[in-house]
């Protein structure tokens, strides 16, 4: 089913890839000293451990696209994927696992995060692909016509797997009774910015785009598939800042907003 779309995949991972070292390199406190991280690593946090992982698979990509490029028979390229694949695992629970570690915040401090983030990155890597192959897919219809219709299965599944762990997490966190907890979820839920969740997050990257995908005359169409990726895909960035901003707007200290005024 998938024949073919290797080179595309590939270019696809190194052009994310980028971007996420980007994002990494713009959090860091100094973004000028990027270049301690590798010459003194301290591999007890997990943003050094982050940084070389995504260097390495970054290696691992480059290397893996040169292989196809010369020969996709080689049986080096089978050995290069079979390392990569354990190390993008890594890589997208790291990502988790960073939120999930700081204690100071209780409402990413779940174990949630490390089994959540991997499913994201699947659910986005199926949307991405399902737009690329919209666009640029092999024009053989029955091939391109299977292809689609694949991945459109693949991310209804993965839509409700990532809606079960939204309420798992939401409801953990809630009936735990912890403040700082209740208070995110209520600004989350019912906030000032509540449309980002109810509107974007779960009609516009979830509902509709399952709505869609689950009817074979529209996903077997590029238009159609094309238009559900693309909503899946910002419905996930959504979802990246509805985890981040609500534990940000409850103050961990409530006088120290106006102890210097």
């Known amino acids: 089913v998938f024949a073919g779309t290797a080179r595309m995949l590939l270019l696809a991972t190194l052009a994310t890839l980028g971007a996420g ?9 100094h973004p000028e000293r990027v270049w301690r991280v590798y010459t003194n690593p301290n591999f007890n ?3 050094a451990q982050i940084v070389w992982a995504y260097t390495a698979f970054g ?12 020969n996709a028979r080689d049986p080096l390229l089978s050995i290069v994927m079979a ?19 700081a204690a ?28 690329m192959v ?35 997490d939401l409801s953990q966190s ?5 403040p700082q907890n209740e208070e995110a979820i209520e600004a989350l839920l019912f906030g000032r910015y509540w449309w980002a969740f109810w509107f974007l997050q779960i009609v516009v990257g979830s509902v509709l ?28 960035v959504v979802a990246r800042m509805n985890i981040l901003l609500p534990a940000l707007v409850v103050p961990q200290l409530e006088e120290l907003e106006a102890a210097y005024v």
């Open 21 to 29: 070292l980007l994002f990494i390199w713009l959090d860091l406190g």
């Open 45 to 47: 946090s997990v943003m």
């Open 59 to 70: 290696v691992l990509t480059l290397l893996a696209l040169l292989l196809l490029l010369r």
């Open 83 to 101: 390392v990569g694949i354990p190390l993008a695992l890594f890589l997208s629970s790291a990502v988790g696992a960073l939120l999930g570690v």
């Open 104 to 131: 100071a915040r209780p409402f990413w401090h779940v174990g949630l995060f490390p089994i959540q983030f991997p499913v994201f990155s699947v659910a986005s890597a199926a949307a991405l692909l399902l737009v």
């Open 134 to 168: 919209a666009l640029f897919g092999p024009r053989e219809g029955s091939q391109r016509r299977q292809l689609l219709w694949t991945l459109a299965l693949t991310s209804v599944v993965l839509q409700a797997v990532k809606l079960f762990f939204l309420w798992a």
């Open 174 to 178: 809630y009936y735990g009774g912890a």
């Open 209 to 236: 785009p399952v709505a869609m995908l689950i009817q074979p005359r529209l996903a077997h169409r590029p238009a159609w598939a094309l238009a559900a990726g693309a909503m899946i895909l910002g419905g996930l």
